[in-house]
């Protein structure tokens, strides 16, 4: 039989690695929802709907590299443009699967439902254009040639992309034939200028750091850095964002720097050196300490995906990978200065009994509850913003959404990550309950698919973060409804799931203790004082004048 167009698309997608689709049936999406379910390589997800369906395909995405979202067109695509923007953000690879209304409605500008009621039926394209990187409506003529446009856009530039199935058109079989593109290669010689200039900067420096970025792990390429580091001596500090891109249990890591809001010593270290390599990283407001970091670019090297600069010279058509590998056989191994692996660990967890919890004897707690393999996923805000600080075990990854800061994101993005971790990985949530509320529904999926995470919910009574970022932290738009959170999983039918609400370090010990050897998913209320926040949330509240004025 022909293969049709959405099974073309399929086909191609379970090609470069799409196992799973996240989303919400809809009855413009219908041929496209069949061909998934029908598919014998790929699984459909449910979602509690479409936005969350959207974290979870970014989630899954950052775990396995590469991931899928499917929605029906006008309510659903709208609803997922926010996560399909968090993505983006993130340079996540996500197709995003819409199902369109068939070519005659759409010819005779019928007002069909799921419209504006005005006939026009490119808006929706349109606005999803600015967060995707290529997009196409596919057709029997064209899907063979789009679907390796698209493919190839969205690994070049680690972008989500977006492919719309007209009803009547998905199910037509393909006529058409194309290959797959090649990426890009590196200009031989503009990358023998840069390895040139980058090898003549680093011959002049008596000491050198590199700050890695998240693109470096979105690109595949941390293993390729890991040799770059190994090769050279060089040693590691991680910002916000980048947190995880490579193993913090290792000797080359120095910690988290964070401008002059944290860590001294660290800052000093960086911002010292006589050469800064950044790869694959960005200085925006959360990386660089709410502005307040101080690196020279005439003593930067700043790597990308797909270009160097080197003293403010930009040496184009040079790819990342290409780079890497140069430099590891180019540059010698040296004795480079180093600091100690003290500074990157918590202080040690303090209190007992009946104490009550706080963040000086919670966050340290979490990081010791952190095993190797371990997929940790931490919420915008006082969650992320504690445990960037914890000093992760081997081959444990640190996601959260630093850029775009959507709060809701981490419940969901960890059904995705789970559904994507392999037998040997624990997915652990952190989350505050302000943005718990958001999208607490996606905990059923957890029960619904089998899937066995640690879910600790720190309940802090409002929206701390926001608190700390305000003029009137008391204000009623920081509260919260009072919801009994221990009491959600069974509610949501995860009903052998181990719960605990606990208040005191006594019952916090306990509960992880039985967390740490659980054969079932476990969710944990933490309950603090309102104002019980991380250094680094303090740090941000000292510092607004620098965050939002720059």
Request: charged content about 20%; aromatic content about 8%; hydrophobic content about 40%.
């Amino acid at each position: 039989m022909s293969t049709t167009v959405i099974q073309h698309v399929l086909n191609r997608l379970r090609d470069i690695g799409v196992r799973h689709v996240f989303g919400i049936p809809g009855d413009y999406a219908f041929p496209v929802d069949d061909a998934v379910v029908e598919h014998p390589d790929i699984e459909w997800v449910g979602s509690c709907n479409e936005l969350n369906a959207a974290y979870a395909a970014d989630g899954y995405a950052r775990v396995h590299g590469i991931g899928a979202v499917c929605t029906t067109y006008g309510v659903g695509e709208l609803s997922a443009v926010n996560g399909i923007a968090g993505a983006y953000t993130d340079h996540l690879p996500v197709f995003h699967l819409v199902g369109m209304p068939k070519m005659p409605v759409q010819a005779h500008h019928s007002i069909v439902h799921h419209t504006l009621g005005n006939g026009e039926f490119d808006l929706f394209q349109k606005l999803s254009g600015a967060v995707v990187c290529a997009s196409a409506i596919m057709t029997p003529q064209n899907v063979a040639a789009e679907t390796e446009r698209l493919i190839a856009a969205a690994l070049y530039h680690r972008r989500p992309v977006y492919m719309a199935f007209p009803a009547d058109l998905a199910n037509m079989p393909v006529v058409g034939e194309a290959q797959p593109i090649p990426q890009p290669r590196s200009d031989p010689e503009q990358v023998k200028a840069a390895v040139q200039a980058i090898t003549g900067m680093l011959d002049g420096a008596r000491t050198a750091c590199i700050l890695p970025g998240v693109l470096t792990a979105r690109s595949g390429l941390a293993p390729d850095l890991q040799k770059f580091i190994d090769a050279t001596g060089l040693s590691f500090a991680t910002m916000m964002a980048d947190k995880g891109v490579l193993d913090e249990d290792q000797p080359a890591f120095v910690g988290m720097y964070d401008g002059k809001l944290m860590n001294e010593e660290v800052r000093r270290f960086v911002e010292d050196s006589d050469v800064v390599v950044l790869v694959g990283a960005l200085m925006h407001d959360f990386n660089s300490g709410a502005f307040t970091a101080n690196i020279d670019p005439t003593r930067t090297i700043d790597i990308r995906h797909h270009h160097v600069s080197v003293d403010g010279m930009t040496y184009q058509s040079v790819e990342m990978r290409d780079l890497l590998e140069a430099l590891a056989r180019k540059l010698p191994h040296k004795d480079w200065p180093t600091l100690s692996s003290q500074v990157t660990r918590m202080a040690p967890a303090t209190g007992n009994g009946s104490d009550s919890i706080t963040a000086e004897n919670l966050y340290p707690r979490w990081e010791g509850f952190l095993k190797p393999n371990d997929i940790l996923v931490a919420e915008t805000g006082t969650a992320s913003l504690g445990m960037a600080f914890a000093k992760l075990p081997h081959g444990a990854a640190f996601h959260n959404q630093t850029l775009w800061g959507s709060i809701g994101w981490a419940t969901p993005a960890a059904v995705g990550a789970a559904h994507a971790a392999k037998d040997d990985q624990r997915v652990v949530l952190l989350t505050g309950e302000g943005s718990h509320q958001l999208t607490a529904q996606e905990i059923s999926q957890f029960g619904r698919y089998g899937l066995r995470p640690v879910v600790f919910v720190l309940n802090n009574h409002g929206y701390l973060i926001e608190r700390l970022l305000c003029k009137h932290p008391d204000s009623e738009y920081n509260d919260l409804a009072n919801w009994n959170y221990a009491e959600l999983p069974k509610a949501l039918g995860c009903n052998d799931w181990y719960t605990a609400r606990v208040t005191t370090l006594a019952e916090l010990d306990r509960a992880m203790e039985a967390a740490s050897n659980a054969k079932t998913g476990c969710y944990i209320e933490v309950m603090t004082d309102t104002y019980t926040a991380p250094p680094l949330a303090n740090q941000l509240h000292d510092n607004l004048e620098t965050l939002y004025s720059t």
